[in-house]
């Protein structure tokens, strides 16, 4: 998909491209309107880069960008000093998708972006500096988290820089001031951001943070809980960040009355898009026990404790398939069953997209289920569905929301 050329169809995730100027060097930035700060560069950004370049300079020779975005903070470093190598990473798709994209658009070499829940899945250590806008709702287990998890990845001498909204400045002022390893070299305020320099008086001498697979005892980890669906009894763990911690959606409850109503025989392969904590891939394996399960979703976090659920309610783990992707075009196709929950902030068109892509990987007589908002789904059968194979089998509405259920 372009929007430049018009070679090919609009992409629907594409929203804008921002011109960004400093330092007398200009960088362009496509967006998203479902990214952060996807109108203007965030002026938070703005201020921690103004701080870690006096004069017009970066000195930075490895730098980590973490939770990256579509990308402002690492690339600005990067046109600074062209010698500077810059990981970005993000746990959104959507964003390390767009990352990728401008690093092409400005013509920039030397830069890796990939996806990372945090530091879990970062490709290198011995970085000079670590920088991060931290999350205006993160809690206080995650920003403990993306602040003293820099140690492992700092070289000796390195630094870890963030920006944070006000409301955070003493949650993070803790923080950093309660841990005796960490010395804070600058601190710098407005009436709307706070910015931290520190560093670590000791290097980590090797040692490697928690491994990815045990992130129950990480900071995301909420607690478990027992669920009850279409007559089944399981366990959850529940995180934060995430919804359906306590109960089951609107959306969630709508899906699995349509895997009650329309999927009597046996599942071989499903897909699973936006499949939140797991509440409905754990449901449909404990009812129709698929052998393939795709999990297809932006959010890192999310696929995470999907697998995880799955396999602690007795799922194999060689069935479960994990796919990292903005979009279901690169899950498998020939699927029984393609189901999920709509991502409405990512815009009309990206969920008309969305809707097409779970059509196409259907193999007949396959079952597609969808919930979301009353309007959306109006406006996909509406739209849409003459674009496919699919005929409708049923619209259920409920509390302003509907479940979509189309098969051929």
């Not at 920088?131 to 070289?155: C, D, F, M, R, W």
């Not at 309007?375 to 496919?388: D, F, I, S, Y």
């Amino acid at each position: 998909m372009s929007h430049a050329d018009g070679a090919a169809a609009p992409d629907p995730y594409y929203k804008k491209t921002i011109t960004y100027r400093y330092c007398r060097k200009e960088l362009r930035f496509d967006v998203s309107q479902d990214l952060f700060s996807s109108f203007q560069i965030d002026v938070g950004t703005q201020f921690l880069i103004r701080s870690l370049t006096q004069g017009c300079t970066s000195r930075y020779r490895k730098v980590l960008d973490l939770g990256c975005g579509y990308g402002p903070l690492g690339l600005t470093l990067k046109v600074l000093n062209d010698a500077t190598q810059v990981h970005m990473v993000d746990r959104d798709a959507l964003a390390v998708e767009f990352c990728h994209r401008n690093i092409a658009l400005n013509h920039l070499t030397g830069v890796e972006t990939y996806g990372s829940l945090d530091y879990s899945d970062i490709r290198g250590d011995d970085f000079d500096l670590v920088v991060s806008n931290i999350p205006g709702k993160a809690g206080e287990s995650v920003i403990t988290q993306l602040l003293q998890g820099a140690y492992h990845h700092l070289a000796p001498e390195g630094v870890a820089a963030v920006v944070a909204v006000k409301p955070l400045e003493p949650v993070i002022e803790s923080i950093l001031g309660e841990d005796p390893n960490i010395e804070i070299l600058e601190r710098k305020s407005r009436s709307a951001h706070s910015v931290f320099h520190y560093r670590f008086r000791r290097h980590h001498g090797g040692a490697q943070a928690t491994p990815r697979d045990e992130i129950e005892a990480g900071p995301y980890f909420r607690g478990s809980a027992s669920f009850s669906a279409l007559g089944r009894e399981y366990r959850m763990q529940t995180v934060y960040g995430l919804p359906e911690f306590d109960q089951l959606s609107y959306a969630t409850g709508l899906l699995l009355d349509g895997v009650k109503r329309h999927v009597s025989r046996t599942v071989d392969r499903c897909l699973i898009h936006n499949p939140g904590i797991g509440h409905i891939p754990v449901v449909l394996w404990n009812t129709k026990a698929p052998a393939h399960v795709s999990l297809v979703d932006r959010d890192l976090l999310s696929l995470r404790y999907s697998r995880r659920n799955l396999i602690l309610n007795g799922c194999p783990a060689g069935g479960i398939a994990v796919i990292h992707a903005h979009t279901v075009s690169a899950a498998p196709h020939s699927v029984d069953l393609a189901l999920g929950v709509l991502r409405e902030s990512e815009g009309t068109e990206a969920v008309a997209y969305t809707f097409r892509q779970m059509a196409d990987s259907l193999a007949p007589p396959g079952v597609l289920l969808l919930a979301g908002s009353s309007t959306a789904v109006t406006r996909l059968v509406e739209r849409e569905l003459r674009l496919t194979q699919l005929k409708v089998r049923e619209r259920e509405r409920y509390r302003g929301f509907s479940l979509l259920a189309a098969g051929a």
